[in-house]
């Protein structure tokens, strides 16, 4: 731990990195007007707020020691919902196919199932995690906004970056599942 941070108690860690997903959380209802308004500037940059407070909220958890129970199981549901806000919208633009969405969809659904059942609220993989980075940076070059510049390239670079966050999410979704991982918890 850094020395800064070493004299921070755990708990107000806990507590900044609650808070943080909290926002997350909140940015949520922005992001999903933006988008329907065509507000692509203030997309983004929600978009780009909730990625990087997602990164932080975890940072400081693991420097606390482990973060709280109530934030491991908001942390991914709030995560699942600034996923999908995009993701749906691109779907009914057209510019992803509706099938991969749906299929997003039901793995986030059925996963965020698992993990409630779940006593420790199933801490993320490194698959899921990295899935998670795939797709927001794959949003994030998708939302570019026009007159930005290269535009064009970065949204045809994160329309390719878009498959391999699609196949991380289905392999991650399997390691998730097996058995060894927690499926059959009591």
């Not at 932080?56 to 600034?82: F, H, I, M, N, Q």
């Not at 995690?129 to 390239?153: D, E, R, Y």
């Amino acid at each position: 731990m850094s020395p800064s941070l070493s004299r921070i108690p755990s708990r107000s860690l806990r507590v900044l990195a609650d808070g943080l997903t909290i926002g997350r959380a909140v940015a949520g209802l922005p992001l999903i007007l933006a988008l329907q308004q065509g507000w692509a500037v203030l997309a983004w940059w929600l978009l780009l707020f909730a990625g990087l407070s997602d990164a932080a909220d975890g940072w400081l958890a693991r420097r606390a020691g482990g973060g709280t129970s109530w934030g491991a199981r908001l942390d991914p549901l709030t995560d699942k919902v600034l996923i999908a806000a995009p993701l749906l919208w691109f779907a009914a633009s057209g510019t992803l196919p509706l099938w991969a969405i749906w299929i997003l969809l039901a793995r986030e659904l059925l996963i965020s199932g698992w993990r409630a059942g779940a006593s420790d609220g199933a801490p993320a993989s490194w698959g899921g995690k990295a899935k998670t980075i795939l797709q927001f940076t794959s949003l994030l070059l998708l939302l570019w906004p026009p007159g930005w510049v290269g535009q064009s390239a970065l949204v045809v670079c994160g329309w390719w970056l878009f498959w391999p966050s699609w196949a991380l999410a289905l392999t991650s979704a399997a390691d998730y599942l097996k058995p060894q991982s927690g499926w059959r918890r009591s």
